[in-house]
């Protein structure tokens, strides 16, 4: 979780390009388990971002936890950790534009979160 977390804030770090504030763990999802030794490789994503009401720069992040198997060269994921972070300030506005229907659903999964932590999001 540790290490999730360090990819996760340094993928908003990136993002707002300022130093970003930790905000929530939503949902951490367990799907296979993972043995001790094993190798992981983790990927963040942004998947949704928003300036709220009170000004304030939100974004969503995914970190995917894979485990390798170097001999058989398989790769399979074992968690996926979902983050919130916060930002008062952002040299430049930055959103998130899915390019793709997977992308979307990512990002509309994002969306869904930040309204359930009762971030005032200002309608489109």
């Not at 993928?11 to 992981?40: C, E, M, Q, W, Y």
């Not at 430049?92 to 999964?109: C, F, N, Q």
Request: charged share 25%.
């Amino acid at each position: 979780m540790r290490e999730a977390y360090e990819v996760a804030y340094s993928a908003a770090f990136i993002f707002f390009k300022n130093r970003p504030t930790f905000k929530s763990l939503d949902d951490i999802s367990f799907v296979h388990p993972v043995a001790i030794g094993s190798i992981l490789d983790f990927t963040s994503t942004v998947v949704y971002s928003v300036k709220s009401q009170d000004n304030r720069h939100f974004c969503h992040v995914e970190v995917k936890a894979d485990v390798i198997d170097p001999i058989a060269g398989t790769r399979k994921t074992t968690n996926i950790f979902r983050f919130t972070y916060f930002c008062n300030f952002m040299p430049e506005d930055r959103m998130v534009v899915p390019e793709s229907y997977a992308e979307a659903l990512k990002y509309l999964e994002g969306r869904r979160r930040l309204e359930l932590a009762s971030i005032k999001i200002p309608s489109d």
